[in-house]
Each structure stands twice: as structure tokens, then as C-alpha cells.
């Protein structure tokens, strides 16, 4: 309880100061850091970018002994659609350059490192879905 109002403060916070679109997206991926948390991943990462800043992973957790890299989508309605359908071809090579680059710095071998996607609808209260090697 204490975690959700504090999260709704942070999310007040930035609505004040940033654009609202980047506000939602932030609110998302706390909700999904906290929902990935209760499903017992280990968070070791936020908004991880490559050092040339060509590409970037909302979270990065392990999953027990797999390393796992998260793209999460955000989304007041679905008026254009679920959320996971946001995640094309290009957003996956982006995702799988970080992969390799952080598996590579933690000496994780790539056959345990995998792909989630972590949809959030915005409503009361809050959908979140987990999809798992996408």
C-alpha cells in the first residue's frame, strides 16, 4: 500500500515536470519493476543503454539463473491495439544488442539469457501481463 502511494506521488512528480507520454511510460515501468519483483525476478537494471546510445532495455532482472531483458508497454487504452503488438522487429534487434552487450559484461552465456515483454493498461487499477519469450 505504501509502495502504490508512493509510486502515484513519483507519477504526480513527473507529470509536473515532464512530457506527459515519457510521465506514463516511467508509471509503467514502475509497475512493472514491482510486479516483476512479486514474481520473483531480481531487478539489476533500469532504462539500460549501450554506450553509443543506440539502444536501450527498460529492465533487466534475473529470472533465477536466466538473465532476462524486458521491454515494457505502456498504454491508457487500447484503442490502437494491445500493447505488446508495439514491439516490432526493430525494438527486438535494439533489445537483443543490449542483451549481448550485458551478457557479455556478466559473462552469462547467451542460451540463458531470454526476452520478456511487460504490458501495463492503465485503468483502476492497473492491468499488467507478463509475456515470456517473446
Do not use: C
Not at 504526480?12 to 514502475?30: F, T, V
Not at 529492465?59 to 487500447?78: G, H, P, Q
Not at 494491445?82 to 535494439?94: F, I
Amino acid at each position: 500500500m505504501i509502495a502504490t502511494f508512493a509510486d502515484w506521488v513519483r507519477h504526480r512528480i513527473r507529470l509536473r515536470r515532464w512530457n506527459p507520454d515519457l510521465a506514463l511510460g516511467r508509471r509503467g515501468e514502475d509497475l512493472a519493476h514491482r510486479f516483476l519483483r512479486g514474481h520473483g525476478y531480481t531487478i539489476v537494471a533500469r532504462n539500460y543503454r549501450l554506450a553509443s546510445g543506440e539502444a536501450e532495455a527498460d529492465l533487466i532482472a534475473w529470472d533465477r539463473d536466466t538473465l532476462v531483458v524486458v521491454e515494457v508497454k505502456t498504454r491508457r487504452s487500447d484503442q490502437f491495439g494491445p500493447p505488446d503488438r508495439a514491439v516490432g522487429e526493430e525494438k527486438l534487434s535494439h533489445l537483443r544488442r543490449v542483451a549481448r552487450a550485458y551478457a557479455h559484461k556478466t559473462d552469462t552465456p547467451w542460451e540463458r539469457v531470454r526476452f520478456d515483454v511487460v504490458t501495463v493498461m492503465m485503468g483502476t487499477p492497473p492491468k499488467v501481463e507478463l509475456f515470456r519469450n517473446v
